[in-house]
């Protein structure tokens, strides 16, 4: 164990016993190499790390994701091999001397970093941003890229989306989603998109009368493949690579988990405008972890003419 910061007790004892059933030395090599990245942050042996350390580094690398500096999966993985060695410690506590209130505190952690890492496949923000000025000629379509990327909405909801779907209560604006159990929150920022993009929507005679959200030239209802074409056309004017709209729409679960958002609230989301849409002045929504979670969120979107 290459540190100066590592015991004895770690060097000569638990990390020999360790790493004896590894089958191959990258295996050992990718352990040691983040064991002693966390020992050389805090200059703490790894026995000295306790909860309140592991919690800032979990923000320290979450930022990191966020900032694109740090893939969910490299997290995720450190995360699994910092576990694993501290769940060793613990179950051989008594052999190696260890204090038995000395604990796991990455397991905690564990589900959550699994989450991002399921969202992996993301679009990084500033390129979002690139797909969103590309955009600004066609209020439609850069709603619809907002409401993937801050709503998590699919294609396929945003296609089946009506505007009778859509209600303010005094605590925000939702969607009513099928397929979904609960409403879906909208944030503030996408409303502001959303009321711009339904004022110029009202004022267009083949797509007022319709009920779907979100129509076509002729002012029939989309389909998925029109999203999956409108991003291949403004991937192509902006010079980005390709990307799906789930790959949008993934962005969202990441950029919530990246502010500290918690797994039901990131859960509860994926899963104020003033015209056509419902009003419930005295009714509050009770799932608030939707609207909580996008709150943690310190980034927003404009609408074209603002940006």
């Given at each position: ?25 990258m295996t050992a ?46 997290m995720a993985k ?230």
């Amino acid at each position: 164990m290459n540190s100066i910061y590592a015991s004895n007790c770690i060097c000569q004892l638990i990390w020999p016993d360790f790493t004896a059933h590894f089958r191959s030395h990258m295996t050992a090599a990718s352990y040691q190499a983040d064991i002693v990245e966390i020992m050389e942050y805090f200059q703490k042996d790894f026995l000295e790390i306790r909860e309140e350390e592991v919690k800032e580094y979990f923000e320290i690398l979450s930022h990191k994701v966020e900032q694109e500096n740090l893939k969910p999966g490299t997290m995720a993985k450190k995360f699994r091999e910092l576990h694993s060695f501290a769940e060793y410690v613990c179950e051989n506590c008594q052999r190696y001397g260890v204090d038995e209130g000395y604990r796991d505190y990455y397991y905690p952690y564990l589900k959550q970093v699994a989450k991002q890492e399921k969202f992996a496949k993301a679009v990084p923000v500033r390129q979002i941003d690139e797909l969103l000025k590309v955009a600004e000629d066609n209020l439609m379509e850069y709603c619809i890229l907002v409401m993937l990327f801050r709503a998590g909405l699919s294609s396929t909801e945003l296609s089946n989306l009506q505007v009778e779907d859509l209600a303010i209560y005094e605590n925000g604006t939702y969607a009513q989603i099928r397929g979904r159990k609960n409403l879906c929150f909208i944030p503030e920022d996408a409303c502001d998109v959303l009321e711009e993009y339904l004022e110029e929507r009202s004022k267009n005679s083949k797509m007022a009368h319709q009920p779907y959200l979100f129509c076509n030239q002729r002012g029939n209802q989309l389909n998925p493949m029109y999203i999956s074409r409108m991003m291949r056309k403004y991937e192509e004017k902006a010079g980005l690579p390709h990307y799906s709209a789930q790959s949008v729409r993934n962005s969202c679960a990441v950029t919530l988990f990246a502010y500290g958002a918690s797994q039901e609230q990131v859960a509860s989301q994926m899963g104020t405008t003033k015209l056509q849409i419902k009003r419930y002045r005295n009714l509050v929504y009770q799932e608030q972890l939707q609207q909580q979670a996008n709150d943690l969120v310190k980034l927003k979107v404009e609408p074209p003419g603002m940006r």
